[in-house]
């Protein structure tokens, strides 16, 4: 499944250039809308597909989709590299790749017999790989083996990755 979740949203990024390029060139998350998307993409495959559906232990925490007995939490993270297509931006990304940690560690909390994901499109990435830095850190804090895969946006470079959480 984070094979063919990588695959779903590179497809998606793909088919949707203009739009995605309209939200990395803000450095705006577009999670809500790729949600749908890929929500979409699974019903073709899965018989049952809901998007915010609540986790097995804790029916106030949401699971961003679920698809035949998957959850998957979708994060949208932006980075503070530059990029010539981007706006310009100095915050630091620390707090981005904590939440997608932070989703990591909730998924496995969640409970249930589900098999759990996580997925994400980090937003631009430098052409030194400097970013690698981060991928690493989720690898070893969230103690997950990600699939990344990179991707051109109109002469803007993301990173799309995925993971199963156990």
Do not use: H
């Amino acid at each position: 499944m984070k094979q063919q979740l990588n695959e779903i949203i590179i497809d998606i990024l793909k088919e949707n250039e203009k739009l995605v390029f309209i939200a990395i060139k803000q450095r705006a998350k577009f999670e809500g809308w790729l949600k749908f998307e890929i929500a979409c993409r699974l019903f073709d495959s899965y018989c049952d597909v809901e998007v915010e559906y609540p986790y097995p232990n804790n029916k106030n925490r949401y699971a961003d989709i679920y698809a035949n007995g998957n959850l998957i939490e979708l994060k949208t993270p932006n980075t503070n590299y530059n990029a010539e297509q981007c706006k310009s931006c100095t915050r630091p990304i620390t707090k981005n790749i904590s939440s997608i940690i932070e989703d990591i560690n909730k998924l496995r909390n969640a409970g249930g017999n589900c098999e759990k994901y996580i997925a994400f499109v980090l937003f631009p990435i430098d052409s030194d790989g400097k970013y690698s830095e981060y991928i690493e850190r989720i690898k070893n804090d969230g103690k997950v083996e990600l699939i990344c895969k990179p991707l051109t946006i109109n002469r803007t470079n993301v990173l799309v990755c995925s993971a199963e959480v156990f």
